[in-house]
């Protein structure tokens, strides 16, 4: 399974950006994670590849959306009304398996991430 991010950039706050992930390969779910110097890759989102069916992380609930277009091997993550705290390095990941969906452990493969700046 090979991923590949990309949409990142700069933006001013209260903006939108659409990221985008190619993924080959069979996966289960596929989410969402950032992560800034000095801290934990933090989860933003997840999908059910099978079923549509997302999990999304309290910080972003309301203003992130995910959705898969199966048909296209593309996962995206919408993200508006952007704050500057949402400046990080974005990544996808890959799950294979059924565990815990917001835990960066049930991911088995991971994009190469992708910046995303927001400006005050």
């Known amino acids: 399974v090979q991923l590949q991010a990309s949409g990142g950039g700069l933006v001013q706050a209260g903006g939108s950006l659409r990221l985008s992930c190619a993924v080959s390969g069979r996966t289960v779910a596929m989410g969402w994670f950032r992560q800034t110097p000095g801290k934990d890759r933090e989860f933003l989102a997840t999908?059910?590849?099978?079923?549509?069916?997302?999990i999304y992380a309290d910080s972003v609930k309301g203003r992130f959306i995910i959705s898969s277009a199966n048909a296209e091997n593309t996962v995206f993550l919408q993200m508006n009304s952007l704050k500057p705290e949402d400046t990080a390095v974005y990544y996808c990941a890959a799950s294979s398996g059924w565990g815990r969906l917001s835990a960066e452990r049930s991911y088995d493969y991971w994009g190469q991430g992708t910046q995303v700046t927001v400006s005050s």
């Open positions: 999908i059910i590849r099978s079923s549509g069916s997302s």
